[in-house]
């Protein structure tokens, strides 16, 4: 199971435009926020740049709400 998605990946996932993700999206926290989508800056690979990752939970869950 993919829990990180990239923010085109997310949007898909729950057929909204990416800036739509990006506008309910807050820094990780350990404690699920209601109507947000926490992410985390992840490396990918060696030698590749921190890039945003959106927690799946919350993705499915701003899908329910």
Do not use: C, H
């Amino acid at each position: 199971m993919k829990i990180w998605l990239s923010r085109d990946d997310a949007a898909k996932k729950i057929s909204v435009s990416p800036d739509t993700i990006e506008r309910r999206a807050i820094p990780w926290q350990e404690e699920r926020v209601p109507n947000r989508i926490r992410f985390k800056l992840l490396k990918l690979g060696e030698g590749t740049r921190q890039q945003r990752r959106y927690f799946e939970p919350d993705i499915e869950a701003f899908l329910v709400a």
